[in-house]
Nanobody, 121 residues
Framework: QVQLVESGGGLVQPGGSLRLSCTAS????????MGWYRQSPGSQRELIAA???????YYADSMKGRLTIARDNAKRTVDLQMNSLKPEDTAVYYC???????????????WGQGTQVTVSS
């Protein structure tokens, strides 16, 4: 019953910024890590940012310094602010979360449907 829905993708010029948002809904007991992956055609899906329920955020070296991840546990959202975007950042960006649906359930991985980010002039 868990669903992750992304928003905020679109077309942006090089050097521009976008803010991606992801909202988790459904039967949720707890959310462990929430984060963002991206994938371009012919490439592996790449983890670019993650925010655990407690601890420090993770940023991929390829985008470190250009990303800020923020999480709101009450709203069950995770946002990704992306700045100084480059054409090579063009990809489908996927929300990712590790979620327990009940106290007795083991945490499981859930994915959003993806949102397209295109960086082009």
């Amino acid at each position: 019953q868990v669903q992750l829905v992304e928003s905020g993708g679109g077309l942006v010029q090089p050097g521009g910024s976008l803010r991606l948002s992801c909202t988790a809904s459904g039967t949720i007991f707890s959310i462990r890590t929430m984060g963002w992956y991206r994938q371009s055609p012919g490439s592996q899906r790449e983890l670019i940012a993650a925010m655990p329920s407690s601890g420090s955020p993770y940023y991929a070296d390829s985008m470190k310094g250009r990303l800020t991840i923020a999480r709101d546990n009450a709203k069950r959202t995770v946002d990704l602010q992306m700045n100084s975007l480059k054409p090579e950042d063009t990809a489908v960006y996927y929300c990712h979360a590790v979620i327990q649906i009940s106290p007795s359930a083991v945490p499981a991985v859930y994915w959003g449907q993806g949102t397209q980010v295109t960086v082009s002039s």
